[in-house]
């Protein structure tokens, strides 16, 4: 009866003490504390080396509490059993590189004296750290590698390189991992780097490998199961211009004397210039210029010809009548009475004047020299053929005051007699000049003045003053509309000049190649077509919808 109370019991405390150690696995099962010379636990020296300096890393695991108080590692070479007498291992300058909660660990340099050639021995070693103490196993080598690791990396960004200020920034970075044996005498071996048009390229000797951005050249060593960062530099040539301006892209390929592969690394590199952007923009403004000259005056140019045709016109039929009043002189020996001051002298001169340009100008009848944008696009042409028409009218009807009228009377000039009621008759038509604005109201005043002569009707012709200067003709404003229209038509604005710098010059950092160049002239003369609707200021057709019937002053 008292037996089974006893089992019940025993199997109690056994369900008691699993779940203990289930519950309390670190307090049972902790792990030892170990030194060791990290996972391989090999020294190498260079091939073929006898002597050599190397790092080699002691570590120290799964520490006690009172362990980690311990400060100063201690790292022994022992020998080794076979090696040889003259081989010599001194460990010195440890540097402490991780202090974990439970572990430690020191880069310790090795400095190996007297391996024969081609050796690997086999050494022990005594690692201390407080009262931990611990003998292993290791080897020193100078055989070659059998497994030499290492790599490349670029930053994956473009390459930006900018010329045209002191300290200018033309480097990139590289990183060279190596792996468990150190990289020799890193260089830059090859560079496919060539611009869009395979024109131009950066070759090996226009690059420079260095230790900082700023320079530094020279025989570069990366050591083992560690990386380093060095930069790549575009050497600056004497000129920018054209040379090493632009967008490159290809490949830079590294080599060391460990292994005879290439690391190669995919590169696009954007060089340009302050100089290069600032040609780019003066020459955006030139074809802007040569866009607004061929286009915009010379075609404004051009309708002022063509507005200016029919006043031509018209002043090209006044010194046939001034030649008849000059011939009317020479007959009568002196001047026509009333001729100069208010007479049809006068009045041809006063029509002349007023078809000059500048007269036109004055009353705003002529398309401007250089269009306003801002000042809208009125078309004068209507205001021009009402002009001209009136005008017209008045030639026409002082040609019939003195063909219709003074040329008979002068007729008879060598009757004596009749002389005095000539000159009456003459200045009696020239008092009639400023009422004989058209054909109608000349010949109404012929009849009259005609009628009081005796009811004699004499032809006379009377060629009148000299031209101060002599008018363009019809010919030469013909010809010099062919010339200017032979110059093509295009539109100005400043805002093409805006638009170049931003399509073609800021968003380029590879901007200043010859094509680049050329691509600026052409923005500035080909401008955008929807400006062009803009601009056309000019009225059109001007020659073509004035219609001034031009009265026929020849006899």
């Given at each position: ?8 019991h ?12 289930g ?17 391989e636990a090999?020294?190498?020296?260079p ?16 520490l ?36 974990g ?28 750290f ?5 003998y ?7 055989l ?6 290492w ?24 990183v ?15 560079s ?5 048009l395979?024109?131009?390229?950066l ?23 560690s ?6 530099r ?9 040379g ?18 290439l690391?190669?690394?995919n ?9 290069a ?12 210029w040569?866009?607004w000259?061929?286009?915009v ?11 200016l ?11 046939p ?8 002189r020479?007959?009568?020996?002196r ?34 020299a ?6 809208g ?7 021009l ?10 030639i ?29 008759a ?41 031209m ?19 110059k093509?038509?295009m ?25 680049d ?20 200021l ?18």
């Amino acid at each position: 009866m008292q037996t089974a109370p006893s089992n019940r019991h025993r199997w109690a405390w056994a369900v008691v003490m699993i779940v203990a150690v289930g519950l309390f696995p670190r307090q049972v099962t902790g792990a030892d504390p170990t030194l060791s010379l990290g996972d391989e636990a090999t020294i190498r020296i260079p091939a073929g080396s006898t002597n050599g300096v190397t790092q080699v890393m002691m570590k120290a695991e799964n520490l006690a509490a009172q362990l980690q108080e311990a400060q100063n590692p201690d790292l022994k070479d022992l020998g080794g059993v076979g090696a040889a007498p003259s081989t010599t291992v001194e460990f010195k300058n440890a540097v402490m590189v991780d202090a974990g909660a439970t572990g430690r660990a020191w880069l310790w340099t090795a400095a190996v004296q007297g391996l024969p050639a081609n050796s690997n021995q086999k050494r022990t070693a005594r690692l201390a750290f407080g009262k931990l103490e611990q003998y292993v196993e290791y080897h020193v080598t100078n055989l070659s590698p059998a497994a030499f690791t290492w790599s490349v990396t670029s930053p994956g960004v473009p390459w930006l390189v900018w010329f045209g200020y002191p300290n200018t920034y033309r480097a990139t970075t590289f990183v060279v991992t190596t792996g468990d044996y150190p990289a020799s005498n890193l260089r830059l071996a090859q560079s496919t780097l060539r611009d869009g048009l395979g024109l131009s390229q950066l070759a090996p000797e226009d690059l420079e490998l260095c230790e900082t951005a700023a320079g530094g050249s020279g025989n570069f060593n990366v050591n083992a199961r560690s990386n380093r960062t060095f930069y790549v530099r575009l050497k600056e040539k004497d000129s920018q211009w054209f040379g090493q301006n632009g967008k490159y892209t290809g490949t830079l390929s590294f080599a060391v004397n460990e292994r005879p592969e290439l690391q190669t690394v995919n590169v696009t590199v954007h060089a340009s210039s302050f100089a290069a952007k600032l040609v780019g923009a003066i020459l955006i403004g030139f074809g802007i210029w040569v866009a607004w000259w061929a286009g915009v005056r010379a075609r404004a140019r051009a309708f002022r010809l063509e507005a200016l045709k029919p006043a031509a016109a018209l002043r090209e039929s006044i010194p046939p009548l001034r030649a008849d009043l000059d011939e009317l002189r020479l007959r009568m020996h002196r001047d026509i009475p009333g001729d100069r001051e208010k007479g049809i002298g006068a009045r041809l001169e006063e029509i002349d004047n007023s078809l000059t340009s500048e007269a036109l100008d004055a009353r705003g009848l002529l398309p401007q020299a250089t269009p306003n944008p801002w000042a809208g696009s009125a078309d004068p042409s209507a205001k021009l053929k009402e002009y001209l028409v009136r005008q017209g009218e008045w030639i026409t009807g002082l040609a019939v005051l003195v063909r219709d009228g003074m040329k008979k009377l002068v007729e008879d000039w060598e009757d004596h007699a009749m002389q005095p009621a000539i000159l009456t008759a003459l200045q009696a038509l020239n008092e009639k000049s400023g009422s004989a604005i058209d054909r109608a109201k000349a010949e109404e005043a012929v009849k009259a003045v005609i009628g009081q002569y005796n009811a004699h009707i004499q032809r006379e012709s009377d060629p009148g003053g000299r031209m101060a200067f002599a008018p363009p003709s019809l010919r030469h404003l013909n010809w010099e509309i062919a010339q200017i229209y032979t110059k093509g038509w295009m539109i100005w604005g400043i805002l093409t000049w805006l638009g170049g710098l931003a399509v073609l010059i800021l968003p380029n950092p590879g901007f200043g190649t010859l094509l680049d160049l050329v691509f600026c002239v052409f923005w500035g003369f080909g401008l955008p077509t929807g400006i062009d609707k803009v601009q056309q200021l000019g009225p059109g057709g001007i020659a073509t919808t004035i219609g001034v019937s031009v009265p026929k002053t020849t006899p």
